[in-house]
């Protein structure tokens, strides 16, 4: 008697039976075509402190922090983009102090959700391309990820611009948590 792995051996002459192909299996798992091709969900630009994180918190403490570490008066916008511009003259290399403060202090603003992950989750494996804008610096966008527990689902990340040409202007711009609920899956 052979063995059995003598008798499904390609080189031996035995056949494996092709399971993965009777019609029962097909209609199964595949709706009963194995051809079916993988359709991606739609692009969605989150905004990061709308939906994930509200970094803002962070943003003040931090400038009430280097203003008194460095003895300046820091008059910076409102809008964070702009305001880097005034922190490179107030300040020279800020962002290395910026990333260390958000490392230390972020899990004192910044907790996951389980129902926004949840979501994320759901979406990711349907197969949304998901991107995070926000007008905070990078390194604070990527540490607030991070402590919010949304790294691992988030393709790209930086300003609206960016993100929309990254994944395509046909994207959805999710700016709530009750906006990302609501989004069907196709």
């Known amino acids: 008697m052979a063995s059995w792995r003598k008798s499904v051996s390609p080189y031996s002459g035995g056949t494996v039976p092709d399971l993965h192909r009777s019609s029962l299996t097909a209609r199964r798992f595949c709706g009963g075509n194995l051809a ?3 359709v991606a969900g739609p692009p ?3 905004d990061l402190d709308g939906v994930l994180a509200d970094t803002r918190p962070l943003w003040d403490a931090w400038l009430e922090d280097a203003a008194r570490r460095a003895r ?3 008059d910076v916008p409102e809008d964070r983009e702009a305001a880097a511009t005034v922190l490179d003259e107030a300040l020279g290399d800020w962002r290395p102090l910026l990333t260390r403060f958000a490392a230390d202090r972020a899990p004192l603003w910044i907790r996951p959700r389980a129902d926004t992950n949840a979501a994320l989750r759901r979406l990711r494996a349907a197969g949304a391309r998901i ?3 926000s007008d905070a610096p990078r390194e604070l966008a990527e540490i607030a990820l991070a402590h919010a527990g949304a790294t691992r689902e988030v393709e790209v990340v930086g300003t609206l611009a960016e993100v929309q040409a990254a994944l395509g202007e046909e994207g ?4 709530s948590r009750e906006d990302l609920a609501g989004i069907p899956l196709r």
Request: proline share 6%.
């Open 36 to 38: 079916s091709p993988f």
């Open 72 to 74: 300046v008066e820091l």
């Open 172 to 175: 959805i711009v999710v700016r």
């Open 44 to 46: 969605l630009a989150l």
């Open 131 to 133: 991107g995070v804008f």
